[in-house]
Protein backbone atom coordinates (compact mmCIF):
# COMPACT_ATOMS: atom_id res chain seq x y z
CA UNK A 1 0.00 0.00 0.00
CA UNK A 2 1.39 3.36 -0.99
CA UNK A 3 0.77 6.71 0.24
CA UNK A 4 -1.99 7.76 -1.76
CA UNK A 5 -3.53 4.35 -2.16
CA UNK A 6 -7.40 5.49 -1.80
CA UNK A 7 -7.02 8.49 -0.62
CA UNK A 8 -9.65 11.44 -1.54
CA UNK A 9 -7.34 14.76 -2.09
CA UNK A 10 -8.40 18.33 -2.54
CA UNK A 11 -6.11 20.38 -4.50
CA UNK A 12 -7.35 24.01 -4.39
CA UNK A 13 -5.89 26.27 -6.77
CA UNK A 14 -5.60 23.04 -9.34
CA UNK A 15 -6.34 25.15 -12.78
CA UNK A 16 -3.65 27.42 -11.82
CA UNK A 17 0.21 27.20 -12.91
CA UNK A 18 1.69 25.55 -10.38
CA UNK A 19 -1.93 23.21 -9.86
CA UNK A 20 -1.47 21.49 -13.12
CA UNK A 21 1.71 20.24 -12.25
CA UNK A 22 0.78 19.35 -8.96
CA UNK A 23 -1.99 17.21 -10.25
CA UNK A 24 0.20 15.13 -12.67
CA UNK A 25 2.94 14.85 -9.76
CA UNK A 26 0.26 13.05 -7.86
CA UNK A 27 -0.85 10.46 -10.89
CA UNK A 28 2.77 9.72 -11.09
CA UNK A 29 3.07 9.63 -7.23
CA UNK A 30 0.42 6.63 -7.62
CA UNK A 31 -2.90 8.81 -6.90
CA UNK A 32 -6.23 7.76 -7.93
CA UNK A 33 -7.03 10.72 -10.35
CA UNK A 34 -11.14 9.72 -9.65
CA UNK A 35 -10.14 10.28 -6.15
CA UNK A 36 -8.28 13.77 -6.87
CA UNK A 37 -10.88 17.39 -6.59
CA UNK A 38 -9.36 19.52 -8.42
CA UNK A 39 -10.89 22.65 -6.72
CA UNK A 40 -10.71 25.69 -8.14
CA UNK A 41 -12.57 29.73 -7.90
CA UNK A 42 -15.71 28.57 -10.00
CA UNK A 43 -16.64 25.66 -7.58
CA UNK A 44 -16.52 27.24 -4.72
CA UNK A 45 -15.27 30.88 -2.97
CA UNK A 46 -12.90 29.95 -0.52
CA UNK A 47 -12.29 33.15 1.11
CA UNK A 48 -15.73 32.23 2.43
CA UNK A 49 -17.00 29.71 5.27
CA UNK A 50 -19.27 27.98 2.91
CA UNK A 51 -17.29 27.38 0.15
CA UNK A 52 -14.39 25.92 2.95
CA UNK A 53 -16.75 23.57 4.08
CA UNK A 54 -18.20 22.52 1.07
CA UNK A 55 -13.92 21.95 -0.58
CA UNK A 56 -13.32 19.25 2.31
CA UNK A 57 -16.22 17.14 2.47
CA UNK A 58 -15.10 13.69 2.06
CA UNK A 59 -11.49 14.63 1.93
CA UNK A 60 -8.63 12.73 3.46
CA UNK A 61 -5.38 15.37 1.75
CA UNK A 62 -5.74 18.83 1.73
CA UNK A 63 -2.98 20.47 -0.92
CA UNK A 64 -3.66 24.00 -0.44
CA UNK A 65 -2.52 26.16 -3.44
CA UNK A 66 -4.72 28.47 -3.89
CA UNK A 67 -3.23 32.36 -3.22
CA UNK A 68 -4.25 35.77 -5.04
CA UNK A 69 -0.54 36.63 -5.81
CA UNK A 70 1.65 38.68 -8.05
CA UNK A 71 4.71 40.89 -8.91
CA UNK A 72 6.14 43.96 -7.50
CA UNK A 73 3.87 46.09 -8.92
CA UNK A 74 0.52 43.90 -7.88
CA UNK A 75 1.99 43.83 -4.39
CA UNK A 76 2.25 48.30 -4.47
CA UNK A 77 -1.63 48.91 -6.15
CA UNK A 78 -3.73 46.04 -4.08
CA UNK A 79 -1.99 45.10 -0.50
CA UNK A 80 -5.14 44.79 1.93
CA UNK A 81 -6.71 42.79 -1.15
CA UNK A 82 -3.65 40.68 -0.87
CA UNK A 83 -3.71 40.31 2.43
CA UNK A 84 -7.50 39.92 3.40
CA UNK A 85 -8.11 37.34 0.51
CA UNK A 86 -4.68 35.06 1.37
CA UNK A 87 -5.54 35.37 4.82
CA UNK A 88 -9.24 34.24 4.94
CA UNK A 89 -9.02 31.54 2.44
CA UNK A 90 -6.08 30.09 4.60
CA UNK A 91 -7.33 30.09 7.84
CA UNK A 92 -10.73 29.07 6.96
CA UNK A 93 -9.85 26.31 5.28
CA UNK A 94 -7.93 25.14 7.68
CA UNK A 95 -10.57 25.30 10.16
CA UNK A 96 -12.75 23.53 7.97
CA UNK A 97 -10.79 20.76 6.96
CA UNK A 98 -10.05 20.05 10.97
CA UNK A 99 -13.62 19.87 12.03
CA UNK A 100 -14.05 17.67 8.73
CA UNK A 101 -11.50 15.47 10.41
CA UNK A 102 -9.24 15.66 7.38
CA UNK A 103 -6.00 13.32 7.85
CA UNK A 104 -3.12 15.62 6.51
CA UNK A 105 -2.97 19.14 5.37
CA UNK A 106 -0.02 21.03 3.08
CA UNK A 107 0.15 24.71 3.38
CA UNK A 108 1.94 26.78 1.18
CA UNK A 109 3.61 30.13 2.48
CA UNK A 110 6.10 31.91 0.39
CA UNK A 111 9.54 33.57 0.50
CA UNK A 112 7.90 36.96 0.86
CA UNK A 113 7.48 35.76 4.89
CA UNK A 114 11.14 35.99 5.50
CA UNK A 115 12.47 39.12 7.16
CA UNK A 116 13.73 41.93 4.76
CA UNK A 117 17.28 41.10 6.05
CA UNK A 118 17.27 37.66 6.51
CA UNK A 119 21.14 35.91 6.47
CA UNK A 120 21.55 34.29 3.23
CA UNK A 121 20.86 31.63 2.51
CA UNK A 122 17.53 31.43 4.71
CA UNK A 123 17.37 29.51 6.95
CA UNK A 124 13.48 28.22 8.46
CA UNK A 125 14.45 29.14 12.14
CA UNK A 126 15.47 33.02 10.83
CA UNK A 127 11.53 33.48 9.76
CA UNK A 128 10.38 35.56 12.97
CA UNK A 129 13.80 37.73 13.34
CA UNK A 130 12.39 40.63 11.56
CA UNK A 131 9.58 42.33 9.09
CA UNK A 132 9.03 41.06 5.98
CA UNK A 133 10.32 43.56 2.77
CA UNK A 134 7.52 46.25 2.94
CA UNK A 135 5.96 45.78 -0.61
CA UNK A 136 5.10 42.41 -0.48
CA UNK A 137 4.49 42.10 3.57
CA UNK A 138 1.05 42.13 3.38
CA UNK A 139 0.68 39.06 1.01
CA UNK A 140 3.80 37.38 2.95
CA UNK A 141 2.45 38.26 6.35
CA UNK A 142 -1.14 36.65 5.97
CA UNK A 143 0.75 33.34 4.47
CA UNK A 144 2.93 33.39 7.33
CA UNK A 145 -0.08 33.38 9.25
CA UNK A 146 -1.14 29.46 8.32
CA UNK A 147 2.24 28.71 9.82
CA UNK A 148 1.34 30.19 13.02
CA UNK A 149 -2.44 28.25 12.75
CA UNK A 150 -0.71 24.88 11.84
CA UNK A 151 1.74 24.33 14.84
CA UNK A 152 -1.62 25.98 16.81
CA UNK A 153 -3.79 23.22 15.67
CA UNK A 154 -0.88 20.64 15.82
CA UNK A 155 -0.44 21.75 19.62
CA UNK A 156 -4.25 22.14 21.05
CA UNK A 157 -5.85 19.19 18.49
CA UNK A 158 -3.33 16.89 16.98
CA UNK A 159 -4.00 18.14 13.38
CA UNK A 160 -1.58 17.03 11.08
CA UNK A 161 -1.01 20.41 8.70
CA UNK A 162 2.40 20.74 7.42
CA UNK A 163 3.68 24.18 5.71
CA UNK A 164 6.56 24.39 3.30
CA UNK A 165 8.02 27.48 1.87
CA UNK A 166 8.42 27.65 -1.86
CA UNK A 167 10.66 29.69 -3.13
CA UNK A 168 9.75 31.99 -6.73
CA UNK A 169 8.55 28.99 -8.68
CA UNK A 170 8.76 29.41 -12.75
CA UNK A 171 7.95 27.39 -15.75
CA UNK A 172 5.63 26.67 -18.82
CA UNK A 173 2.32 27.67 -17.99
CA UNK A 174 3.07 30.72 -16.00
CA UNK A 175 1.62 33.68 -15.60
CA UNK A 176 2.55 36.51 -18.49
CA UNK A 177 0.07 38.94 -17.63
CA UNK A 178 2.25 42.21 -17.43
CA UNK A 179 0.11 43.81 -14.58
CA UNK A 180 0.37 40.53 -12.07
CA UNK A 181 3.62 38.21 -13.18
CA UNK A 182 6.42 37.66 -11.52
CA UNK A 183 10.09 38.62 -12.91
CA UNK A 184 10.95 35.61 -15.50
CA UNK A 185 7.41 35.77 -17.24
CA UNK A 186 7.01 39.34 -17.30
CA UNK A 187 11.18 39.50 -19.06
CA UNK A 188 10.48 37.18 -21.08
CA UNK A 189 7.06 38.68 -22.36
CA UNK A 190 9.03 42.24 -22.85
CA UNK A 191 11.45 40.92 -25.12
CA UNK A 192 8.99 38.85 -26.94
CA UNK A 193 7.10 42.14 -27.77
CA UNK A 194 10.27 44.14 -28.13
CA UNK A 195 11.76 41.80 -30.92
CA UNK A 196 8.41 41.56 -32.55
CA UNK A 197 8.16 46.07 -32.63
CA UNK A 198 11.45 45.91 -33.51
CA UNK A 199 12.37 48.33 -30.53
CA UNK A 200 16.00 48.67 -30.17
CA UNK A 201 15.80 48.89 -26.22
CA UNK A 202 13.23 47.84 -23.12
CA UNK A 203 13.27 49.22 -19.81
CA UNK A 204 13.30 47.29 -16.89
CA UNK A 205 12.56 47.88 -13.03
CA UNK A 206 15.10 48.68 -10.13
CA UNK A 207 18.69 49.28 -10.46
CA UNK A 208 19.98 44.74 -11.31
CA UNK A 209 21.62 44.35 -8.00
CA UNK A 210 18.40 42.47 -5.90
CA UNK A 211 19.68 38.74 -6.22
CA UNK A 212 16.72 35.98 -6.56
CA UNK A 213 16.23 31.88 -6.31
CA UNK A 214 13.56 30.39 -8.65
CA UNK A 215 12.75 26.58 -8.62
CA UNK A 216 11.29 24.62 -11.73
CA UNK A 217 7.66 24.20 -10.85
CA UNK A 218 7.92 20.43 -11.79
CA UNK A 219 10.25 20.58 -9.25
CA UNK A 220 8.45 22.44 -7.13
CA UNK A 221 5.56 19.73 -7.64
CA UNK A 222 7.27 16.85 -6.96
CA UNK A 223 8.60 18.88 -3.42
CA UNK A 224 5.27 18.84 -2.46
CA UNK A 225 3.75 15.27 -2.82
CA UNK A 226 7.09 14.26 -1.19
CA UNK A 227 6.26 16.64 1.62
CA UNK A 228 2.58 15.18 2.20
CA UNK A 229 3.67 11.42 1.54
CA UNK A 230 6.23 11.78 3.97
CA UNK A 231 6.56 14.87 6.39
CA UNK A 232 4.33 15.03 9.55
CA UNK A 233 6.17 17.56 11.69
CA UNK A 234 5.47 21.20 13.18
CA UNK A 235 8.50 22.85 11.65
CA UNK A 236 8.59 24.57 8.52
CA UNK A 237 10.35 23.81 5.50
CA UNK A 238 11.68 25.32 2.37
CA UNK A 239 11.73 24.49 -1.09
CA UNK A 240 13.74 25.91 -3.42
CA UNK A 241 16.92 25.07 -5.70
CA UNK A 242 19.37 26.59 -3.36
CA UNK A 243 21.22 29.03 -5.68
CA UNK A 244 21.11 32.99 -6.04
CA UNK A 245 21.02 35.21 -9.31
CA UNK A 246 21.48 38.91 -9.75
CA UNK A 247 18.15 40.09 -11.50
CA UNK A 248 21.05 42.22 -13.78
CA UNK A 249 22.49 38.63 -14.62
CA UNK A 250 18.85 37.26 -15.21
CA UNK A 251 18.15 39.86 -17.78
CA UNK A 252 20.78 39.26 -19.68
CA UNK A 253 20.78 36.34 -19.43
CA UNK A 254 16.85 36.12 -20.71
CA UNK A 255 18.05 38.29 -23.35
CA UNK A 256 20.93 35.90 -24.60
CA UNK A 257 18.81 32.99 -25.08
CA UNK A 258 15.45 34.98 -26.66
CA UNK A 259 18.53 36.73 -28.98
CA UNK A 260 17.23 40.53 -28.01
CA UNK A 261 20.58 42.78 -29.64
CA UNK A 262 18.86 45.90 -27.84
CA UNK A 263 19.78 48.10 -25.03
CA UNK A 264 18.82 46.99 -21.52
CA UNK A 265 17.65 50.55 -19.73
CA UNK A 266 17.42 50.35 -15.90
CA UNK A 267 14.38 52.20 -14.49
CA UNK A 268 16.46 53.02 -11.13
CA UNK A 269 13.22 55.32 -9.67
CA UNK A 270 11.22 51.78 -9.10
CA UNK A 271 11.86 49.50 -6.11
CA UNK A 272 14.04 46.45 -6.01
CA UNK A 273 12.06 44.67 -3.93
CA UNK A 274 14.14 42.61 -1.15
CA UNK A 275 17.68 42.72 -1.64
CA UNK A 276 18.48 39.44 -1.46
CA UNK A 277 16.67 35.65 -1.67
CA UNK A 278 18.24 32.51 -1.33
CA UNK A 279 16.81 29.62 0.66
CA UNK A 280 19.10 27.16 2.59
CA UNK A 281 17.43 23.60 1.42
CA UNK A 282 18.61 20.95 3.44
CA UNK A 283 15.65 20.66 5.68
CA UNK A 284 13.82 19.38 2.73
CA UNK A 285 16.27 17.03 1.71
CA UNK A 286 16.85 15.82 4.69
CA UNK A 287 13.24 15.09 6.17
CA UNK A 288 11.70 13.72 3.07
CA UNK A 289 14.61 13.72 0.02
CA UNK A 290 13.90 16.63 -2.19
CA UNK A 291 16.52 18.07 -4.00
CA UNK A 292 15.71 20.48 -7.25
CA UNK A 293 16.76 18.45 -10.73
CA UNK A 294 16.19 21.19 -13.28
CA UNK A 295 18.93 23.39 -14.41
CA UNK A 296 18.34 26.98 -14.57
CA UNK A 297 19.40 27.32 -17.84
CA UNK A 298 16.78 24.46 -19.15
CA UNK A 299 14.05 25.72 -17.30
CA UNK A 300 14.54 28.98 -18.59
CA UNK A 301 14.34 27.80 -22.36
CA UNK A 302 11.67 25.37 -21.56
CA UNK A 303 9.32 28.28 -20.65
CA UNK A 304 11.06 30.94 -23.25
CA UNK A 305 9.91 27.98 -25.36
CA UNK A 306 6.21 27.58 -24.15
CA UNK A 307 5.42 31.05 -24.02
CA UNK A 308 6.59 31.59 -27.91
CA UNK A 309 4.36 28.66 -28.83
CA UNK A 310 1.34 29.66 -26.76
CA UNK A 311 1.73 33.31 -27.01
CA UNK A 312 -1.88 34.15 -29.18
CA UNK A 313 -3.70 32.60 -26.64
CA UNK A 314 -2.07 33.97 -23.46
CA UNK A 315 -3.78 36.97 -22.08
Given at each position: MGFWDGKRVLVTGAAGFLGSFVLDQLEKSGADRSKIRAWDLKDADLRKWEGCVKAVKDIDVVIHLAARVGGIGLNREIPGTLFYENAMMGI?????????????FVALGTICAYPKFTPVPFKEDDLWKGYPEETNAPYGLAKKMLLVQSQAYRAQY??????????NLYGPGDNFDPRSSHVIPALIRKFAEAKEKGSKKIEVWGTGNASREFLYVADAAAGICLAAEKYNGPEPVNLGAGFEIKIRDLVELISRLMEFKGEIVWDKTKPDGQPRRMLDVSRAEKLFGFKAKTKFEDGLRKTIDWYLAHRKDVP
Open positions: QLIEAAREARVGKGFNSIYLLPV
